[in-house]
């Protein structure tokens, strides 16, 4: 068990629908990070927060966007959906500021879009 | 080009085989370098971690990294059916605030009784 938590597992939604997924991190971590994992591209980042506020964005939609609260967990908010955002998406988190120390993954919430 | 190059596969040992997997990057900011291991349907789980070039070893499994040829590698001694899964490589700058992690495709290893 890596200790960070995501929820729901799955879900099945359709197309043009807006989704929010759910991650809580490591006791201890200020820093969440999220991927997306697909067949064709692999996982990918898309968005890191720290200590509540956005530090790097990677290949991230314009219709995805996410926070972060004062209790450190965070949420991903998937709008318009399309049907090639079906994919497992994922959250890291870690200690920052310290050398050596590697992110741990949940295990992800599968989005099925129809 | 992709960033991180990584076969993949799938790669069948028979048990007890030593298992070698590799990946190339591109990227001279990468300085830090993970392994993960991924069974089907669920998160990645870190296996090995370093930023030095050399050798670190943790029980069966030893992460070899080579900085000056931007190639690093994975053994596994002694496999076990239950390696059976797909190894990714990832890497990341060494900015301490920043370390989103690039990802190799996986490799898919199938280690048979």
């Known amino acids: 068990d890596s200790g960070v938590t995501q929820t729901p597992k799955h879900l099945i939604t359709a197309t043009g629908q807006r989704v929010t997924l759910r991650c809580s991190p490591r006791?201890?971590?200020?820093?969440v990070y999220w991927y997306q994992q697909s067949l064709d591209q692999g996982l990918q980042f898309l968005i890191q927060y720290y200590n509540g506020e956005e530090r790097a964005k990677g290949n991230i939609l314009e219709r995805f966007s996410a926070q972060q609260f004062p209790d450190l967990h965070s949420e991903l908010n998937l709008s318009s959906l399309e049907l090639g955002d079906s994919a497992l998406y994922f959250c890291?988190?870690?200690?920052?500021?310290?050398?050596?120390?590697?992110?741990?993954f949940g295990d992800g919430t599968r989005l099925s879009i129809l | 080009q992709k960033e991180v190059e990584q076969d993949p596969g799938p790669l069948s040992v028979p048990e007890g085989a030593i298992v070698s997997l590799n990946c190339t990057y591109s990227?001279?900011?990468?300085?830090?370098f993970m392994w993960y291991r991924q069974y089907s349907r669920k998160g990645p789980e870190l296996l090995m971690y370093?930023?030095?070039?050399g050798n670190k070893e943790d029980g069966r499994f030893t992460a070899q990294v080579d900085k000056s040829s931007k190639y690093i590698s994975l053994f596994i001694r002694d496999s076990q059916p239950s390696d059976s899964a797909t190894y990714l490589c990832?890497?990341?700058?060494?900015?301490?605030?920043?370390?989103?992690?690039?990802f190799g495709s996986g490799t898919r290893l199938q280690v048979q009784p």
């Open positions: 890291a988190s870690s200690v920052e500021g310290v050398v050596g120390q590697p992110q741990h």
């Open positions: 006791s201890g971590d200020l820093s």
């Open positions: 990227n001279s900011a990468f300085q830090y």
């Open positions: 990832a890497m990341s700058p060494m900015d301490t605030g920043r370390r989103a992690l690039t």
């Open positions: 370093t930023y030095s070039s």
